[in-house]
């Protein structure tokens, strides 16, 4: 589609949403930023841009409207709406974020989804990739967008053939893809998350499925082996690509696999990577992701022997199970992007000592008895905070764990993990819920609790 010169609404004035106005500035277009939100400062808005934008706070103009030949969504809007199908209704595109970028960048494309697991992995390819492109003398540049940091609009005009992005996508983005287009794929796992927006677990797969949407039968997919949502995906033929598996549990054919405390590969012969131990990362759910990242620089044709080295050189990224400080003989552990219950239960079964947990915010809808039932004898205490304190407490006291606090504000809950902690004890900030409602995203809220700690 031909942009310049053309108006094109972009929904939501937040990080996405800017970007996205960016980058249609520079292609020639009139972008109109249209937020909601009625009391959005609209003169702090248009200080991030170096030339004059037009912005609609509460209600779009409706000259903007009728002119529009684009709708471009931020991912946290929902794409169901009354306003979404108007447009849809008049034969107006509806793109994400991530569609935008896809149709002005150059290179090659990695793109990774999955409920969890989604920031270390790509961190790691990231990592991977941009080490052989250092280590060969390889010309170009990569770069690591979309969820992770930067948007992929951030990035997209500065792409140039020869170049590799790597992408963390969400359900979100991928809900308004066309013709984003990754060469390789990954979907790390399904399980539920979002339900709120997506309100099935069948849309909220679907939403991650369609990360394959386009590509061909020579383009390569990497699975979890043991997700039974992917492992349907490609029974049922929805997985038009090649799909190749990771597994933690069982050994497998054209794929990677742990097998005690070693990682292995088969395809033309068997061959033992490593052990997980030279790894500097903790848990089984980040076996699957280092596999996850092998397998997809291995698709990409990066050696084995500098894949391996850059996986023994990478360290745990922010915010998940990061090790903080030790406090009068108790680790404390920021796991802030544990932002749903199986991200938390995964953080839990990697805590190695009796661990103070504090958990609790935003109510996506999720349910929280398989988080409580994994706490087993290592968590001693459960602190929570946020909207969903009371139905997590509930729910713990119905599987039978009663010590549970409830605090109001981050500052309370350092201070009676503090308190409660024993010399040899860990205390884990791992949520199993957004951050919203208490605080701006995961980031800040995993920045406050880290100064908190710091303070102790």
Known sequence: MELNGKTVIVMGAGKSGIAAAKLLLQVGA?????DQNEKLDVAALRQ???????ICAGTLEQEYEQAACLLVMSPGIPVDTDFVEGFRKRGIPVWGEIELAYRYAKGRLIAITGTNGKTTTTALTGKIMQDWYERSGREGKVYVAGNIGDPYTDIALLTKEGDTTVLEVSSFQ??????FHPEISAILNITPDHLNRHHTMENYAAC?????????PEEV?????EDAWLQGFVREGKCAC???YFDSAKPVVGGYWQEGKEIF???AEKKRLMNIHEMKLLGTHNVENVMAAIAMADAAGVPMESILQSVRDFTAVEHRIEYTATVDGVDYYNDSKGTNPDAAIKAVQAMVKPTVLIGGGYDKQNTYDEWIESFGDKVRCLLLLGQTREKIEACAHQHGFLNTVLVESMEEAVSK?????????AVLLSPACASWGMFQNYEERGRIFKELVRKL
Do not use: M
């Open 48 to 54: 991030q841009f170096t030339k004059e934008i037009a």
């Open 242 to 244: 090649r799909p190749v």
């Open 208 to 216: 991650k499925f369609a990360v394959t949407k386009n590509q061909t």
């Open 417 to 425: 993990a503090h308190e409660l902690a024993e010399p040899g004890w």
């Open 221 to 225: 997919c990497v699975l979890n082996g």
């Open 265 to 267: 590969s088969s395809f």
């Open 30 to 34: 009139f972008p109109v930023i249209y």
């Open 174 to 179: 991928l809900e308004t893809i066309d013709a």
